[in-house]
């Protein structure tokens, strides 16, 4: 009888304890998932930029081969139009990238799939594949904005 007693007595006081490890499990799920949603929502915002920049890199060399063509040697025009379909397809790849980023988003919202830990951990990975390929389109977009100089184009380079 006294060991059915103490049996009772350990399980109601490993209760609360095991309550609070669970909370404080489910807390700290909900803060990696907070900074997961953070850590998408800059990388999302930095596509967006690149867009942009490449956008407006677009409109610049077409607007120059518009104006300028008849100045320019068949050579210059010849890069200018190629120069200008690298600039469209890497727009259009940072618009799929950034769209992918908010896709991934919104998994990293759904809090049924963060309590999977190894499904957290891939997410994880997941977010810092994406983050290279964020670094790596910036790195390229740097590029193409050197190459627009050295051609004669506006344009920036940061």
Same mark, same amino acid.
């Given at each position: ?28 799920? +909900?803060? $990696?998932?907070?900074?997961? +949603? ?12 690149? @867009? ?9 060399? $077409? ?11 068949? $050579?210059?025009?010849? @890069? ?79």
């Amino acid at each position: 009888m006294r060991k059915l007693i103490a049996a009772g007595m350990l399980a109601l006081m490993a209760g609360p304890a095991a309550l609070s490890a669970q909370q404080h499990g489910q807390q700290h799920a +909900q803060e $990696q998932m907070q900074r997961m +949603q953070q850590h998408m929502d800059q990388m999302v915002q930095h596509m967006s930029q690149m @867009q942009e920049r490449l956008q407006a890199m677009e409109q610049q060399m $077409q607007q120059r081969m518009q104006g300028g063509a008849q100045h320019m040697t068949e $050579q210059q025009l010849h @890069q200018h139009q190629h120069m200008h379909q690298v600039a469209t397809s890497m727009r259009e790849m940072a618009g799929q990238m950034r769209q992918a980023m908010m896709q991934v988003r919104e998994m990293a919202r759904d809090r049924a799939m963060h309590e999977d830990g190894e499904f957290q951990q891939e997410m994880e990975r997941l977010r810092e594949h994406l983050q290279g390929m964020v670094e790596e389109m910036a790195s390229g977009v740097q590029v193409m904005e050197r190459l627009q100089q050295r051609t004669g184009g506006a344009g920036a380079s940061q």
